[in-house]
């Protein structure tokens, strides 16, 4: 049975086909939402929408007509978006040294212009609303000093900073704002990086990862998204620009 408020909420998520924001999808649709999963990778996009009997759209976050177009789309054939969650993101490892313009700019194009993209192509909407709920994953990295992820790192404070400037922006308007900061979760992109960097020692390094958390383990999708679904629903009401660390105690101890 659908609760928390989110039964039929045209409910938007980035980077829906896998990792967090596919465990965000099922969490959705099985509470009631209507959900449109926007992604470029149709493949994924697609899979996760039929499992979840989802919606599906290919969108480029980074770009503002792919945008534009896609909210269109969305609005047209959904109606008005109420939640929104920028959870498309990508990673990136080195140290300011260690990473070129165009890495630096790679990394600034989705994470950050994206999520301004998406949140400017729905808050019109909102405003005209008198409601929306907006969601951003941000990261542990967003404020600690992580080592070897500079332009990640940078990203992800920009994520967390906007989030706070929209929260205010808009709070006379019935819209919240309100962003996750995970430390390390255990998916697909876990795998694939321990299978190319680590090949044969993918899971003595899988276990060094996991010891970097304090309480002695990776986050699950799931846990992500239980805490994705109490933020975005009614129950929430009274929560904006707060930042909520989920981090099996990383932040606490560093």
């Not at 998520?13 to 649709?29: H, R």
């Not at 939402?33 to 899979?47: P, S, Y």
């Not at 609303?129 to 951003?136: A, E, V």
């Not at 808009?170 to 979760?185: E, L, Q, S, T, Y």
């Amino acid at each position: 049975m659908a609760s928390n408020g989110l039964k039929d909420k045209v409910t938007v998520i980035t980077g829906g086909g896998s990792g967090i924001g596919e465990a965000i999808c099922k969490k959705f649709t099985e509470k009631g939402a209507n959900v449109i999963i926007i992604d470029t990778n149709e493949t994924q996009g697609h899979r996760v929408a039929q499992e979840t009997k989802a919606a599906y759209l290919k969108c480029d976050i980074s770009d503002p007509e792919s945008v534009q177009e896609t909210f269109k789309k969305i609005e047209n054939l959904h109606g008005s978006t109420e939640i929104l969650i920028n959870n498309a993101g990508i990673a990136h490892i080195g140290n300011i040294t260690e990473t070129s313009p165009e890495d630096f700019d790679k990394i600034m194009n989705v994470n950050v212009r994206g999520s301004y993209l998406c949140i400017k192509a729905s808050i019109e909407a909102m405003i005209k609303n008198q409601k929306g709920c907006i969601l951003n994953m941000a990261s542990v990295a967003s404020n600690l000093g992580i080592p070897d992820r500079f332009a990640y790192s940078t990203s992800k404070g920009a994520v967390y900073t906007m989030t706070l400037s929209v929260a205010r922006d808009f709070i006379d308007k019935g819209i919240r704002c309100n962003c996750i900061c995970p430390a390390r979760v255990h998916t697909p992109f876990v795998d694939n990086y321990l299978k190319k960097n680590y090949p044969g020692n993918e899971k003595e390094m899988f276990a060094k990862l996991e010891a970097t958390q304090p309480i002695g383990r990776m986050a699950k999708p799931e846990e992500i998204a239980a805490l994705a679904a109490y933020i975005c629903s009614d129950e929430a009401s009274f929560v904006t620009g707060s930042a909520f660390d989920i981090d099996g105690g990383f932040t606490l101890l560093k």
